[in-house]
C-alpha cells in the first residue's frame, strides 16, 4: 500500500519565523502537489512538481521534489499568519492518487 | 472563470435518510472527483468520473453513489445515512485525473443526527 506520510502533524510557531513540513514516501511519483486549506473551505492547489530535484518558490514558500520523486519539503520564510491552515500534499502514478493526512499550521502574531 | 461550484454549502440530515450534493466543475473539466474528508481519516477518495463515465471508485460502500452529467456537472448520492457519514464532502475537477492538480470546490458540511 503506498503511503504519505506528511510532518510535523501540528506547528505552532511565531510570526515572522521560518519552517519546514515535510512528505515523505516510499514509493516513486509521477508528480505531487502541495495544497493549503483553510477551515470550512476546500484546499487550494499551491504548486505541482515533476521533476527529481525540482524547486519552486512561490513568494516566501519554497517546494522541493527529492532526487528519487519520492519525498518532498515545504519551506516557509518569515511566516505570517495568513500561512496558517493545513498543508497537504498529494502524490500519484497512472491515474491514482494518494493524499498525507497534512500539517496542521497555525501562525501566532 | 467560475471556479468549482458546490451544493448545498451545510446539510443536517437524520439517520436514514438520502441526501444527494451537486457539483459544477470548472468549464472544459471533464474530469470530477468526489472526496470526503474527516478530522481523523484525512481526505478518502469516493470516485472520479470522466465523459460520464466512472473512472475510479474508493473503498466505500454501494450507500455512496454518483453519475456526471453530458455538460460535466456531477451528483453524488448517499442512501440510508449513518452517524459516521458526518463530515465535509469535496468536489474536486481537473483537465484529467489529478495529477497536475486539483480545483476544489468549498465542499458541503453534512452533519448526520
Known amino acids: 500500500t503506498q503511503l504519505l506520510e506528511q510532518s510535523p502533524q501540528f506547528l505552532s510557531i511565531q510570526e515572522g519565523e521560518n519552517l519546514t513540513v515535510y512528505c515523505n514516501s516510499s514509493?516513486?511519483?509521477?508528480?505531487l502537489q502541495w495544497y493549503r486549506q483553510e477551515p470550512g473551505e476546500g484546499p487550494v492547489l499551491l504548486v505541482t512538481?515533476?521533476?527529481g530535484g525540482e524547486v519552486k518558490k512561490l513568494k516566501r514558500l519554497t517546494f522541493q521534489f527529492g532526487d528519487a520523486r519520492k519525498d518532498s519539503s515545504l519551506h516557509i520564510t518569515a511566516a505570517q499568519p495568513g500561512d496558517t491552515g493545513l498543508y497537504l500534499c498529494?502524490?500519484?502514478?497512472?491515474?491514482?492518487?494518494?493524499w498525507g493526512l497534512g500539517t496542521s499550521l497555525a501562525v501566532n502574531p | 472563470k467560475a471556479g468549482v461550484t458546490q451544493t448545498p454549502r451545510y446539510l443536517i440530515k437524520t439517520r436514514g435518510q438520502q441526501v444527494t450534493l451537486s457539483c459544477s466543475p470548472i468549464?472544459?473539466?471533464?474530469?470530477v472527483s468526489w472526496y470526503q474528508q474527516t478530522p481523523g481519516q484525512g481526505l478518502q477518495f469516493l470516485f472520479e468520473?470522466?465523459?460520464?463515465?466512472?473512472?475510479n471508485k474508493g473503498n466505500f460502500p454501494g450507500r455512496f453513489s454518483g453519475r456526471q452529467f453530458s455538460n460535466s456537472r456531477s451528483e453524488m448520492n448517499v442512501s440510508t445515512l449513518e452517524l459516521g457519514d458526518s463530515a465535509l464532502y469535496l468536489c474536486?475537477?481537473?483537465?484529467?485525473?489529478?495529477?497536475?492538480?486539483?480545483?476544489f470546490g468549498s465542499g458541503t458540511r453534512l452533519t448526520v443526527v
Open positions: 474536486a475537477s481537473s483537465l484529467d485525473a489529478g495529477e497536475y492538480g486539483y480545483t
Open positions: 512538481v515533476v521533476t
Open positions: 514509493s516513486v511519483f509521477s508528480s
Open positions: 468549464s472544459g473539466h471533464r474530469s
Open positions: 498529494n502524490a500519484g502514478n497512472n491515474r491514482k492518487l494518494i
Open positions: 468520473y470522466f465523459s460520464e463515465t466512472q473512472r
